[in-house]
Each structure stands twice: as structure tokens, then as C-alpha cells.
């Protein structure tokens, strides 16, 4: 087990003791590494959507 599992498992252990029902995780839809890992852990996709305004660019000047 990685250490990215790892993390995840004792998050979602000590979310559920204080009675948390739903972790809600905002990855983009361009970052399939991040995406497959967790889904490999038991994450789905909701069907609900997410608005964001940028107010300025993440881009870094080149």
C-alpha cells in the first residue's frame, strides 16, 4: 500500500469517527493520474456540478 493510500484510509477512518457521512474530493477533469487513484480507492463520480470563476490565471509565466 502507498503512501497517498495510506493517507487517504486514516483521513476517511478519523472523518468517520466525528460522524462525517460524505467526503466530497474537486479534482480536474485533466488530471487522470489523480482521477484513477481515486477511483482505485473506492471514489465515484457524482452527478452534480461545479462552478468556479478564475479571477486569475494558474498559469506560470514563461
Known sequence: MGI??????????L???TG???INLQVRTD?????RFYE???YRRDDVVC???RLKSDEFPK
Not at 31 to 35: E, G, H, K, P, S
Open 20 to 22: 462525517c457521512p460524505k
Open 40 to 42: 482505485a480507492i473506492g
Open 51 to 53: 462552478l468556479g470563476k
Open 15 to 17: 472523518l468517520s469517527l
Open 4 to 13: 497517498g493510500m495510506m493517507m487517504m484510509k486514516e483521513a476517511e477512518k
Open 31 to 35: 488530471n487522470l493520474d489523480v482521477i
